[in-house]
């Protein structure tokens, strides 16, 4: 949408002059095209500081952090104007981007309160009923997820292509309690519902076949059509967040030529001085070679690119649940590759991040170690 986007910055800029608050918004597209989205999440902060019920200046806020991998600065952001909307008509849906923001922080018993009263106030809202869902992630409660998630169908059937996002919460709580059939089953029927190339739709299908196969599922021929619409995509260069799940795809479907070329196309982006750039050349190019070196079985050489990359994955963007995937391969690189302390280890650091406590996929690897370990002696 980049070229639209442009042309609605033409005209907006020919157009007679606006208010300072219209002006602001201009700019801050501007900002974001040029590659600043610092610059233009500032200049929408000084809206909400004259406007805090100014809807549309808070939710691009959110979602610029949340696409630079900044959740401090969502939740400050929200946290700021949270009095104003106090008994407003669309308070819920507020509460429910406060929620995620909380969720994202590690504040796990607060966003679960506040999303399920945001969820109380709007109904519809399907951001709200989802930070409730990355909760019960987080703290290792998939069956509870279900149960939250069942019969509220209706809050996120009316949705645009967030809908597929929600289902593939779903799927991954299936996943969890190792329901794998149930899981291929909403990959089919929901998640790739419709064949899309919007990179949203891609991560949510790549990131759930990885997680299958790495439980030793067979997801037949399913990477295909990811593969072919990432081929054509990988040439975007917006996102590292983006440009991993292409990976994936390209991976996961054997186009090792297609990849290469995603990844010397990263290599590039060191050259570059926009901000997206400059995360796509770290930690995204580390982290893109070792998910190629991983899926040609070179698990030494993806786990120290896997390794280094890692402490700074944040800053790909996406939630703690959407990057758990690179945690996952980061974690079976190690193990396949001989490195059992460093993935115990790394195991560890998941759960503390998490809760402080063990899924079901930490609780499969923590006994697998184990039986490593005991042969070993």
Excluded at 120 to 140: I, R, S
Excluded at 211 to 235: F, I, M, Y
Excluded at 271 to 299: D, K, N, T, W
Excluded at 350 to 357: D, F
């Amino acid at each position: 949408m980049t070229a639209v986007a442009r042309e609605a910055l033409n005209a907006a800029e020919a157009a007679v002059p606006g208010t300072m608050r219209e002006i602001a918004f201009v700019q801050a597209l501007k900002d974001w095209l040029g590659g600043f989205p610092t610059r233009a999440t500032q200049r929408l902060e000084a809206v909400l500081m004259q406007h805090p019920r100014d809807a549309l200046a808070m939710k691009l806020v959110q979602a610029i952090h949340f696409l630079m991998g900044r959740p401090k600065e969502m939740r400050k952001s929200v946290e700021n104007i949270l009095p104003h909307w106090d008994g407003h008509v669309a308070q819920g849906y507020v509460l429910g981007c406060h929620a995620f923001t909380l969720e994202e922080t590690g504040e796990y018993a607060r966003a679960e309160l506040q999303g399920r009263k945001g969820v109380e106030l709007a109904p519809q809202d399907a951001w709200g009923l989802h930070a409730v869902a990355h909760v019960y992630d987080m703290t290792a409660r998939s069956a509870d997820g279900l149960q939250w998630l069942r019969g509220r169908e209706a809050s996120w059937m009316h949705c645009n292509n967030f809908r597929y996002h929600v289902w593939w919460h779903q799927a991954l709580m299936h996943l969890d309690l190792q329901q794998f059939d149930e899981a291929l089953a909403l990959y089919d029927r929901d998640v790739r519902a419709d064949k899309t190339d919007d990179y949203r739709d891609i991560s949510n299908a790549a990131s759930l076949l990885s997680r299958l196969e790495l439980e030793g599922v067979n997801v037949g021929d399913r990477w295909d059509e990811l593969a072919d619409l990432s081929e054509k995509r990988a040439t975007d260069g917006s996102l590292a967040f983006a440009d991993l799940h292409y990976l994936l795809s390209l991976c996961g479907g054997e186009r090792f030529e297609s990849a290469s070329r995603l990844i010397a196309r990263m290599a590039a982006a060191k050259s570059e001085i926009c901000e997206s750039q400059r995360i796509i050349a770290h930690p995204g190019l580390r982290m893109a070679v070792g998910v190629q070196a991983f899926a040609r079985g070179e698990y030494a050489n993806a786990w120290f690119n896997l390794r280094d990359a890692r402490a700074d994955l944040q800053q790909i963007g996406g939630s703690h649940v959407q990057r758990d995937v690179f945690q996952r391969i980061c974690i079976e690189a190690a193990i396949r590759g001989g490195y059992l302390d460093a993935a115990r280890g790394m195991i560890e650091e998941r759960s503390t991040v998490r809760g402080k406590t063990w899924d079901g996929y930490a609780e499969r690897r923590l006994a697998l170690l184990a039986r490593a370990q005991a042969q070993a002696v």
